[in-house]
């Protein structure tokens, strides 16, 4: 099982950046898919990014933060980030990280689709203001 806490929310003006971490507990970080989602009030969730397992390495982009947003993992330190550049006020939301622990070969649909994740953490708000 895969215990997963997220940090680095916070508010930003509009056009500055963040940087969120996802803490995974367990040794086998490394074997796991990574995604990042949210949710803004009254909208469904929405994916961010995800990154597959290391033997892997892809990673996929929602096309509203592609070319601002990169998602990275550390297994040494068994956390992901997402770096989020050139902020906007659409970006406020709460971030949550999931964990997934199939290690086949997927199109990004499937990474984008949080029910194919086990793991979630428990959310960190990011609030951008204009």
């Known amino acids: 099982q895969v215990q997963l806490v997220e940090s680095g929310g916070g508010l930003v003006q509009a056009g500055g950046s963040l940087r969120l971490s996802c803490a995974a507990s367990?040794?086998?970080?490394?074997?796991?898919?990574i995604g990042w989602f949210r949710q803004a009030p009254g909208k469904e969730r929405e994916f961010v990014a995800a990154?597959?397992?290391?033997?892997?390495?892809?990673?996929y982009y929602a096309d509203s933060v592609k070319g601002r947003f990169t998602i990275s993992r550390d297994n040494a330190k068994n956390t992901v980030y997402l770096r989020m550049n050139n902020l906007n006020p659409d970006d406020t939301a709460v971030y949550s990280c999931?964990?997934?622990?199939?290690?086949?070969?997927?199109?990004?649909?499937?990474?984008?689709?949080?029910?194919?994740?086990?793991?979630w953490g428990q959310g960190t708000q990011v609030t951008v203001s204009s």
């Open positions: 367990g040794r086998t970080f490394s074997t796991y898919n």
């Open positions: 990154l597959t397992w290391s033997g892997a390495a892809a990673t």
């Open positions: 999931a964990a997934d622990s199939n290690r086949g070969y997927y199109s990004g649909t499937y990474y984008a689709t949080p029910a194919n994740y086990d793991y």
